[in-house]
């Protein structure tokens, strides 16, 4: 019952994904959550307020002037009687509305008139999800404080595939037990990660990268969420949607990077699993070289803040716990214990990513825990179970350094 005495109003609108919410209903309830339920005119199309009310226990909400309800300003009620809305589906119509600000029926109302926090699970088909229009809701929405579960990878009604579908049930039910129900080892930390490559741009056009997914730093910053702790997540750029529950700050040069690093201390814990590009170009040009004739000989290089050292090295402010993680093709336990002296953090964790490994992009990992006080090898690992593991031994060294 890891939803117990929570209160869910949830905000059906108006797309083919709305037979799922039935069903939400159902997993919120069985976690002991109790929910009242919204349902647009659109919503209504696709599932009735009757089966909304029999599934929830409660009467569904469809009329803004409806006589009953608003005989004590019943949107108003709705907008503050609850722990969390949550908005599934989420169509591109009502993401606009609330990027806009618009109130022009019982659902964008009470999503106006709130105060509450809002987690959206949008669905629409590819086109309109990756829509510039979107987009920029999206960008509003996440700017205004809304959290976003989704969307998957997927079919379409409209026999299209691709991101749009929305987040089955049990995904969004995490999200919600993510923002109600911080409990765990690391509840009350704030815990920083890095995730990702950086690009340092040569030009307008072209970039020196790592081959970094961000796979290991966005499972870890999922599960340190998932722990109960407060986590910004620092990532270059990478393909991944954003994880839900979690502070994310997207950058693309490692000097962005550190800066955000920064401006987001102090933290309890610093994992810093980016791939940080080491160099970048003394000079970028600022129009894209001709190869036949602005292309130099030779590319100038300068060194890159380094961001594990920078922080490690910090004499106030320093996080309790720096971790830093060697990605390594050859000789790995030796350079990952050479990298914990010099860089001064208290655990490396070692990998090798060679090319034989498919550790870089792959979904899977084994990796090496250097400390001084020795070495410990995990078996191969799925890349959320390596997050797991990690957050777990880090909220034990945690509550014995400050117990």
């Not at 699970?121 to 960008?139: E, I, K």
Request: net charge neutral; aromatic share 2%.
């Amino acid at each position: 019952m890891t939803l117990s005495g929570k209160r869910i109003l949830l905000v059906i609108s108006g797309g083919i994904a709305a037979y799922k919410s039935l069903d939400l209903i159902r997993r919120l309830r069985e976690r002991g959550a109790s929910v009242r339920c919204i349902l647009t005119a659109g919503a209504q199309e696709f599932i009735t307020p009757l089966a909304a009310a029999s599934i929830s226990g409660q009467r569904a909400h469809t009329n803004l002037f409806d006589r009953e309800d608003e005989a004590d300003i019943g949107h108003i009620r709705l907008a503050r009687d609850a722990d969390l809305i949550v908005v599934a589906p989420a169509t591109a119509n009502l993401m606009a509305k609330m990027a806009g600000g618009h109130a022009d029926d019982l659902a964008s109302t009470v999503l106006l008139a709130t105060t509450l926090p809002i987690l959206i699970a949008p669905a629409m088909n590819v086109r309109m999800w990756q829509h510039a229009a979107t987009q920029r809701n999206l960008a509003t929405l996440k700017a205004d404080g809304v959290r976003v579960v989704g969307p998957n990878d997927g079919a379409m009604a409209e026999a299209e595939f691709g991101p749009g579908r929305m987040s089955e049930p049990l995904e969004i039910v995490a999200a919600v037990e993510s923002l109600l129900a911080p409990k765990g080892p690391l509840a009350g930390r704030h815990v920083l990660v890095t995730a990702g490559p950086t690009h340092e741009p040569i030009d307008p056009v072209r970039y020196i990268a790592n081959r970094s997914s961000g796979k290991q730093g966005y499972a870890i910053a999922r599960a340190a969420a998932e722990a109960g702790a407060n986590v910004t997540l620092v990532a270059g750029p990478t393909a991944l949607p954003d994880p839900v529950g979690v502070s994310i700050v997207h950058v693309e040069s490692a000097r962005e990077m550190l800066a955000a690093v920064e401006k987001a201390m102090p933290a309890d814990i610093g994992i810093f699993t980016a791939a940080v590009a080491d160099w970048r170009v003394a000079s970028a040009a600022t129009e894209k070289m001709k190869k036949m004739r602005d292309v130099p000989a030779a590319l100038p290089l300068v060194e890159n803040p380094d961001i594990l050292a920078t922080i490690a090295h910090l004499k106030a402010g320093r996080p309790a716990i720096v971790v830093g993680f060697a990605a390594e093709t050859e000789k790995v336990i030796d350079h990952a214990r050479e990298k914990l002296a010099r860089k001064g953090s208290d655990l490396i964790v070692a990998n090798d990513v060679s090319a034989e490994s498919g550790v870089m992009g792959g979904d899977s990992n084994t990796v090496h825990l250097i400390s001084t006080s020795g070495i410990e090898t995990w078996p191969l690992l799925d890349k959320s179970e390596v997050a797991r593991r990690l957050i777990e031994r880090l909220g034990a060294m945690i509550a014995s350094k400050q117990s």
